[in-house]
Nanobody
Framework: QVRLVESGGGLVQAGGSRRLSCVAS????????VAWFRQAPGKEREFVAS????????YYADSMKGRFTISSDNAKNTVYLQMNSPKPEDTAVYYC?????????????????WGQGTQVTVSS
């Protein structure tokens, strides 16, 4: 089993910045890719970005490129999502997910382990 715990959510002003963290514990060696997804009220869960534990490969949803940056610290079993210049439409619960899948996996069903989520609210 792998446990994922997200943190860093909260209220952020549009145009500001915020960094989310995802700390993994347990059998992390059974996973290869770690991803961030988000879900706004009344909407489906949406892929944001993913990375492998070594940090050598990252993949982004087109709409996130240039604004969000994913990174990993293998020694700390932690993956980060740096949100720069967020917009009100980025308001959502952000989830961390991990699985033994390719980094380019963008469907939620491809990931075996999920965190509880952290709320990010972007004010205009």
């Amino acid at each position: 089993q792998v446990r994922l715990v997200e943190s860093g959510g909260g209220l952020v002003q549009a145009g500001g910045s915020r960094r989310l963290s995802c700390v993994a514990s347990g059998r992390t060696a059974s996973t290869y890719a770690v991803a961030w997804f988000r879900q706004a009220p009344g909407k489906e869960r949406e892929f944001v970005a993913s990375i492998n534990w070594s940090g050598s490969t990252a993949y982004y949803a087109d709409s996130m490129k240039g604004r969000f940056t994913i990174s990993s610290d293998n020694a700390k079993n932690t993956v980060y999502l740096q949100m720069n210049s967020p917009k009100p439409e980025d308001t959502a619960v952000y989830y961390c997910a991990a699985g033994l899948v390719a980094v380019s996996t963008v469907v939620p069903g491809g990931y075996d382990y999920w965190g509880q989520g952290t709320q990010v609210t972007v004010s205009s």
